[in-house]
């Protein structure tokens, strides 16, 4: 079974601070994805990542970078948290885009910001 | 705009049938998916659809109607471990998926 591992589960930050998630997928998917699930929105996508030092914005980028200096790892990065971006973090790898491509999601990190 | 709706909670008994539907407005169409989510877990994979029709998993179906745009997740024979939010999702012309809000599906014993 492929498994995708978030290192966090809870954490709690302070306004200001630099917040690191990371997401480590272990059956070589090309793809990786990072969205946030608030409650009553549908998964929103963040960043997304085709292949090694590669990333493409998804729809709500602000506030948020991401790394993919390797294959299997897929870093989310808050830069200086926000209040507003206290959520569930859920991370995804697939292995192609197109066609019926299964996301596989980690367990999720969810976010407080104070 | 995209759009995906599904109902927000839905009830049914154990040992009953329940149809959660899902309506969809997107740029294109490359295929519907559903995924359950127990709370404080991941989403996991259920079920794809990308033509018309009735697809059949166990005690799980999905169908799907492109010129509708509808969809639904029929779950027969419930049991209480079905209790979890069900997420419709639909691939865009760009094979983006775009996701509805979820429908949290309480059982009943």
């Known amino acids: 079974d492929v498994k995708v591992t978030q290192s966090s589960r809870y954490l709690v930050k302070r306004t200001g601070e630099k917040v690191f998630l990371e997401c480590v997928q272990d059956?070589?998917?090309?793809?990786m994805f990072w969205y946030r699930q608030d409650p009553g929105l549908g998964l929103r996508l963040i960043y997304f990542s085709y292949d090694v030092k590669m990333k493409e914005k998804g729809d709500i980028p602000e506030g948020y970078s991401v790394s993919r200096e390797k294959k299997e790892r897929f870093s989310l990065i808050l830069e200086s948290a926000s209040t507003n971006q206290t959520s569930m973090y859920l991370c995804a790898s697939s292995p192609e885009i197109s066609g019926a491509n299964v996301l596989t999601f980690g367990a999720g990190s969810r976010l407080t910001v104070l | 705009g995209q759009n995906i709706d599904q109902p927000t909670e839905m009830t049914a008994t154990e040992g009953a049938i329940v149809q959660i539907n899902c309506t969809y407005q997107?740029?294109?169409?490359?295929?519907l998916f559903w995924y359950q989510q127990h709370a404080g877990e991941a989403p996991t994979f259920l079920s794809y659809?990308?033509l018309d029709g009735l697809e059949e998993k166990g005690r799980f179906s999905s169908f799907l109607s492109r010129s509708k745009g509808y969809s639904y997740l029929l779950l027969k024979e419930l049991q209480m471990k079905d209790s979890a939010s069900y997420l419709c999702?639909?691939?865009?012309?760009?094979?983006?998926?775009?996701w509805g809000a979820g429908t949290k599906l309480i059982i009943k014993p």
């Open positions: 999702a639909v691939k865009d012309s760009n094979y983006q998926l775009i």
């Open positions: 059956m070589d998917h090309e793809n």
């Open positions: 659809n990308v």
């Open positions: 997107t740029s294109g169409f490359n295929g």
